[in-house]
């Protein structure tokens, strides 16, 4: 042991006489890092306890025992543009480049309930794709197999487009019970306390259309994941990546509670849960990040409910490269940076991944640089081969230790939402608001100072270089939008409108009912036509507008 101490008080001399006027360094989370981390930090008697082995409590080391050397990650990309021909024609020219995940990212028109005839014409397919009656998802599916590769849809209450996708697939022959997917925008939290524009459903409401949302879910579409927890949207609004991870298990317990108050048992549900996070580039963070969350909330589904199947306590989740690290400046930096994330994710053990593309900061992608989205994915995995290990750092001093330091932040967000009543309630009185928006202004004022470098904005500058500039964003042809429209209103027409006067009034009723299944209507409505538009109004108005609460 002698020679150990004096190795290391010899190095620690030689490393203050270096760094005399060093300062304090801190993570995202604001953890202090040392410059060098040892058996102090971290001892293998606790290998049982903190980190034990693939696939069994207490989860830190993935929860499939291959872990992705035998299930590799499902590599996903966010496609939105243009109308639904459009969203099908990438899609398909990405399938034949290896994407085996399909997401469906509709136009901001459709993320704040309006059809496409009820705002103006230039906010059409820019955003996103334009999708506003199982007609429109018919095309967009038009060809893809469906029956064969999981479906990720930005489904916001009250979830038409899973039931736009729902009624497709009843054209088609396939089995709902046969689908698998994720409504990956059930979360209304996420929306009410970070992202407004998806926010259109009173509260109250909002909760009772996501519950009813899980329980059609798990009757009908037993492998669907009818609920994804978002961790993302609290990250982009300013959370450390500690916070995110502690306000989405917050998030996730009181779901769970919901349910449990429901009359369902924690095992009929649990093993739907799902989550979605961001990865931002502070890579050794975001690593501990996604370990800890795993241990947490296995720990969370034994203690707290009693969870005895195996797959209740399973952390899957779903992650996507950060967008708020790309710049606008030096935009092809941003290719280094998605692939910084990506490893940092899939080191973390995440079931699939989003990477963006590095365009993203300026608009949506080009096509060009979502195939180098892509790409980046299959060049980590089959040519740096970072699925051959399943968890490659676990036993790193540096990543054992901040795991822990992490575990701790998380735990102590919980409890300060535990104590503000549970996440609703938190969210209802702004303390969640508050957290994000005191995060926000902390790192921003970081960025400012120069003490967090960004590389080509506040630091290593260079003449801008129109060579380094991606193409101009994809437009829509006026004329092709003009014909939708037309097209759109001579199909409203067409429809059979005493079949969507039913299916309305259907729905109305069961917003008014206390023992009616709201998102069955909403099926039903899909099914006989009945817009996307005309769903929202008038589920707003039986339950109400969504009004997000505005905090000092």
Same mark, same amino acid.
């Given at each position: 042991?002698?020679?150990?101490?004096?190795?290391?008080?010899?190095?620690?001399?030689?490393?203050?006489?270096?760094?005399?006027?060093?300062?304090?360094?801190?993570?995202?989370?604001? !953890?202090? *890092?040392?410059?060098?981390?040892?058996?102090?930090?971290?001892?293998?008697?606790?290998?049982?306890?903190?980190?034990?082995?693939?696939? $069994?409590?207490?989860?830190?080391? @993935?929860?499939?025992?291959?872990?992705?050397?035998?299930?590799?990650?499902?590599?996903?990309?966010?496609?939105? #543009?243009?109308?639904?021909?459009?969203?099908?024609?990438?899609?398909?020219? #990405?399938?034949?480049?290896?994407?085996?995940?399909?997401?469906?990212?509709?136009?901001?028109?459709? &993320?704040?309930?309006?059809?496409?005839?009820?705002?103006?014409?230039?906010?059409?397919?820019?955003?996103?794709?334009?999708?506003?009656?199982?007609?429109?998802?018919?095309?967009?599916?038009?060809?893809?197999?469906?029956?064969?590769?999981?479906?990720?849809?930005?489904? /916001?209450?009250?979830?038409?487009?899973?039931?736009?996708?729902?009624?497709?697939?009843?054209?088609?022959? +396939?089995?709902?019970?046969?689908? /698998?997917?994720? /409504?990956?925008?059930?979360?209304?939290?996420?929306?009410?306390?970070?992202?407004?524009?998806?926010?259109? +459903?009173?509260?109250?409401?909002?909760?009772?259309?996501?519950?009813?949302?899980?329980?059609?879910?798990?009757?009908?579409?037993?492998?669907?994941?009818?609920?994804?927890?978002?961790?993302?949207?609290?990250?982009?609004?300013?959370?450390?990546?500690?916070?995110?991870?502690?306000?989405?298990?917050?998030?996730?317990?009181?779901?769970?509670?919901?349910? *449990?108050?429901?009359?369902? %048992?924690?095992?009929?549900?649990?093993?739907?849960?799902?989550?979605?996070?961001?990865?931002?580039?502070?890579?050794?963070?975001? +690593?501990?990040?996604?370990?800890?969350?795993?241990?947490?909330? %296995?720990? !969370?589904?034994?203690?707290?409910?009693?969870?005895?199947?195996?797959?209740?306590?399973?952390?899957?989740?779903?992650?996507?490269?950060?967008?708020?690290?790309?710049?606008?400046?030096?935009?092809?930096?941003? !290719?280094?940076?998605?692939? *910084?994330?990506?490893?940092?994710?899939?080191?973390?053990?995440?079931?699939?991944?989003? /990477?963006?593309?590095?365009?993203?900061?300026?608009?949506?992608?080009?096509?060009?640089?979502?195939?180098?989205?892509?790409?980046?994915?299959?060049?980590?995995?089959?040519?740096?081969?970072?699925?051959?290990?399943?968890?490659?750092?676990?036993?790193?001093?540096?990543?054992?230790?901040?795991?822990?330091?992490?575990?701790?932040?998380?735990?102590?967000? +919980? $409890?300060?939402?535990?104590?503000? @009543?549970?996440?609703?309630?938190?969210?209802?009185? @702004?303390?969640?608001?508050? &957290?994000?928006? %005191?995060?926000?202004?902390?790192?921003?004022?970081?960025?400012?100072?120069?003490?967090?470098?960004?590389? @080509?904005?506040?630091?290593?500058?260079?003449?801008?270089?129109?060579?380094?500039?991606?193409?101009?964003?994809?437009? #829509?042809?006026?004329?092709?939008?003009?014909?939708? #429209?037309?097209?759109?209103?001579?199909?409203?027409?067409?429809?059979? $409108?005493?079949?969507?006067?039913?299916? !309305?009034?259907?729905?109305?009723?069961?917003?008014?009912?206390? %023992?009616?299944?709201?998102?069955?209507?909403?099926?039903?409505?899909?099914?006989?036509?009945?817009?996307?538009?005309?769903?929202?109004?008038?589920?707003? $108005?039986?339950?109400?507008?969504?009004?997000?609460?505005?905090?000092?």
């Amino acid at each position: 042991m002698s020679n150990f101490e004096d190795a290391n008080a010899a190095w620690l001399e030689g490393y203050r006489a270096g760094m005399s006027d060093e300062q304090v360094r801190k993570n995202r989370s604001g !953890i202090d *890092i040392k410059p060098l981390y040892g058996p102090e930090d971290w001892s293998q008697d606790r290998h049982l306890a903190d980190l034990g082995f693939p696939g $069994q409590s207490p989860s830190t080391r @993935g929860i499939h025992a291959t872990m992705h050397r035998g299930r590799p990650w499902s590599p996903r990309l966010v496609v939105g #543009l243009g109308l639904p021909e459009d969203y099908n024609q990438r899609m398909r020219s #990405l399938y034949d480049m290896g994407l085996t995940g399909l997401f469906v990212a509709p136009c901001n028109s459709h &993320m704040r309930g309006f059809d496409p005839d009820e705002v103006e014409p230039e906010l059409l397919g820019t955003c996103g794709t334009v999708i506003s009656s199982a007609e429109d998802m018919r095309v967009c599916l038009e060809g893809l197999p469906v029956d064969k590769h999981s479906v990720s849809l930005g489904c /916001t209450a009250p979830h038409s487009l899973s039931a736009f996708m729902f009624a497709v697939a009843k054209q088609r022959g +396939i089995p709902w019970s046969q689908l /698998t997917g994720t /409504t990956n925008q059930s979360d209304y939290l996420s929306h009410f306390t970070a992202l407004h524009m998806f926010f259109r +459903i009173a509260l109250p409401g909002q909760r009772r259309l996501m519950l009813d949302h899980i329980e059609w879910m798990n009757r009908e579409a037993p492998r669907w994941n009818c609920l994804s927890v978002v961790g993302q949207h609290m990250q982009q609004a300013g959370a450390t990546p500690a916070e995110a991870m502690g306000l989405t298990i917050s998030s996730a317990i009181q779901f769970a509670y919901d349910l *449990i108050e429901r009359g369902h %048992d924690p095992d009929t549900f649990l093993p739907r849960f799902s989550y979605f996070f961001d990865i931002s580039i502070s890579f050794f963070e975001e +690593i501990a990040k996604f370990r800890a969350g795993r241990r947490v909330w %296995d720990r !969370i589904t034994a203690e707290r409910f009693g969870a005895k199947d195996p797959r209740s306590r399973r952390f899957r989740f779903h992650a996507q490269t950060s967008g708020v690290d790309l710049t606008r400046q030096q935009p092809l930096n941003n !290719i280094a940076r998605v692939a *910084i994330q990506a490893m940092s994710g899939i080191f973390g053990g995440l079931q699939s991944l989003h /990477t963006d593309s590095y365009d993203e900061a300026l608009g949506s992608p080009t096509s060009a640089a979502a195939q180098i989205a892509v790409a980046t994915q299959h060049i980590l995995r089959d040519e740096a081969h970072l699925d051959d290990v399943i968890d490659p750092l676990g036993g790193s001093y540096y990543v054992e230790n901040l795991t822990n330091e992490m575990e701790a932040k998380i735990e102590a967000v +919980i $409890q300060k939402i535990d104590d503000a @009543g549970g996440m609703y309630r938190a969210s209802e009185t @702004g303390v969640v608001q508050n &957290m994000l928006g %005191d995060s926000a202004l902390d790192w921003q004022n970081k960025i400012d100072s120069g003490e967090q470098i960004a590389v @080509g904005v506040n630091a290593h500058k260079l003449p801008d270089n129109p060579a380094d500039r991606p193409p101009p964003q994809e437009r #829509l042809d006026k004329d092709r939008v003009e014909s939708y #429209l037309s097209n759109f209103a001579t199909w409203k027409q067409d429809r059979s $409108q005493g079949a969507v006067q039913k299916a !309305i009034d259907d729905l109305a009723r069961a917003c008014n009912s206390d %023992d009616e299944n709201v998102y069955d209507r909403v099926v039903k409505a899909a099914m006989a036509n009945v817009t996307h538009g005309e769903i929202c109004a008038t589920v707003r $108005q039986e339950l109400g507008n969504g009004e997000p609460l505005i905090v000092p």
